[in-house]
Antibody, heavy 119, light 109 residues
């Protein structure tokens, strides 16, 4: 059974940093792209970042470029999102998702972790 | 940026009804369109990918169609479990690479 478990969310002040983790199981982690997608309270979904199987390609939505870094540790079956210079508009539930590049779909999602940016 | 516009924003229907949700892209995305279902407090669930392909394990009452700029998600014979919010998602080679529609909330009439 595919499982994605996020952790690391919490309350942080504007300008602060947070690192989210996503631990994967039930599939061959090294064969899959991984992604982060977020959802602000009461709002829709917004793709944040993608990382290729070997970490050689990374893509970001413009609003987080230069502030967020996606990474992965294939030995630990884990993906990460380092979030720096956080702003109020980054407040959201952050979902880790498995991304299938051949069909451009996010086929499995974690339960999400809430990040709140507030003074 | 490619904008995705879903309609309607809210849809009221009854168990057993057939419903259709539309998603329009501001420019052609070929068939790079997926549909997701989300229930309150839960993660999205993939239903349809590449416009018309049913994800494994998803009931056959869900179907998708379209190409270019106009796409539809159809649910035949609504079941109680189908009342949720539905999102379309597009892929393009420009920025942002992926964007979602604003969502359609399917409510019980």
């Amino acid at each position: 059974e595919v499982q994605l478990v996020e952790s690391g969310g919490g309350l942080v002040q504007p300008g602060g940093s947070l690192r989210l983790s996503c631990e994967a199981s039930g599939f061959t982690f090294t064969s899959n792209w991984m992604s982060w997608v977020r959802q602000a309270p009461g709002k829709g979904l917004e793709w944040v970042a993608n990382i290729k199987q070997d970490g050689s390609e990374k893509y970001y939505v413009d609003s987080v470029k230069g502030r967020f870094i996606i990474s992965r540790d294939n030995a630990k079956n884990s993906a990460y999102l380092q979030m720096n210079s956080l702003r109020g508009e980054d407040t959201a539930v952050y979902y880790c998702a498995r991304y299938r590049d051949s069909t451009k779909r996010f086929d499995y999602w974690g339960q999400g972790t809430l990040v709140t940016v507030s003074p | 940026d490619i904008q995705m516009t879903q309609s309607p924003s809210t849809l009221s229907a009854s168990v057993g009804d057939r419903v259709t949700i539309t998603c329009r892209a501001s420019q052609s995305i070929d068939t790079w369109l997926a549909w997701y279902q989300q229930k309150p407090g839960k993660a999205p669930k993939l239903l349809i990918y590449k416009a018309s392909n049913l994800e494994s394990g998803v009931p056959s009452r869900f179907s998708g169609s379209g190409s270019g700029t106009e796409f539809t998600l159809t649910i035949t014979s609504l079941q109680p479990d189908d009342f949720a919010t539905y999102y379309c998602q597009q892929y393009n080679s420009y920025s942002p690479m992926y964007s979602f529609g604003q969502g359609t909330k399917l409510e019980i009439k």
